[in-house]
C-alpha cells in the first residue's frame, strides 16, 4: 500500500471526527499500521466512549458495523488474510480474498456478486484503528443479523449474541 499525505484538515460531521495536520509519512506496510494523526472526538463520541455505552461498543455506521466490535472484526479479517488490500489510490479499499469467502461460507455469509466482495478501511470514532465499509461490510453485518449472531437496534446499537472473535473463530 501507498499512502501519501501532507497536511490537510478535514471534518466529518455524521461520524464526528475532526482530523488535524498530517506529517508527511510514506506507509508502505501492513494494511493495518495505524495512519500518524491526532483524532478529536466530537462532545457525542467522547461521552459515549468515556461511559462505554453500547453504541461504543458496537454500532452501525451507515449499513456496516462498527465501534469497539467492528474495528476488531477488521482487524481479524485483516490479519488472518480473509481481506488484502485492492489497488488504490484514494482510499484503503480491501477485497475478500478465496480464503476469506469459504470461511464467510461456513458462517452463512453469502458474498454473490463481484461488486460485494470490496470494503474499504473506515476511520471508526470510538477506537483508533478501523472498521469495514463499503457493499463488503454491509454483506457481513446482514449475514450476522439473519444468522442470529447479531440484533440491530433502533438507535443504532447493536446487541452482539456471541463475541465477534467466538464468532469468527468457530464454524
Known amino acids: 500500500m501507498k499512502f501519501i499525505q501532507t497536511g490537510w484538515k478535514i471534518k466529518d460531521v455524521l461520524g464526528g471526527l475532526a482530523f488535524n495536520k498530517l506529517e508527511e509519512e510514506l506507509l508502505e506496510s501492513s494494511p493495518m499500521v495505524k ?25 452501525t455506521c451507515y449499513s456496516h458495523l462498527a465501534g469497539v466490535a467492528g474495528v476488531k472484526l477488521f482487524k481479524f479479517l485483516v490479519d488472518k488474510a480473509w481481506l488484502a488490500e485492492s489497488a488504490s489510490d484514494k482510499k484503503m479499499y480491501f477485497e475478500l480474498t478465496p480464503k476469506g469467502n469459504i470461511q464467510l461460507r461456513l458462517k452463512h455469509v453469502e458474498v454473490l456478486k463481484r461488486s460485494q466482495m470490496v470494503g474499504y478501511a473506515c476511520p471508526d470514532w470510538t477506537d483508533i484503528g478501523y472498521h469495514l465499509g463499503g457493499k463488503l461490510g454491509k454483506v457481513i453485518i446482514d449475514g450476522m443479523i439473519s444468522n442470529g449472531v447479531a440484533i440491530r437496534n433502533l438507535d443504532r446499537s447493536v446487541n452482539l449474541v456471541v463475541s465477534i472473535e467466538s464468532w469468527l473463530e468457530n464454524n
Not at 495512519?35 to 454500532?59: C, D, F, M, T
Open 35 to 59: 495512519l500518524n494523526y491526532n483524532r478529536i472526538k466530537s462532545s457525542g463520541a467522547k461521552k459515549e466512549v468515556s461511559k462505554n455505552s453500547a453504541l461504543h461498543q458496537a454500532r
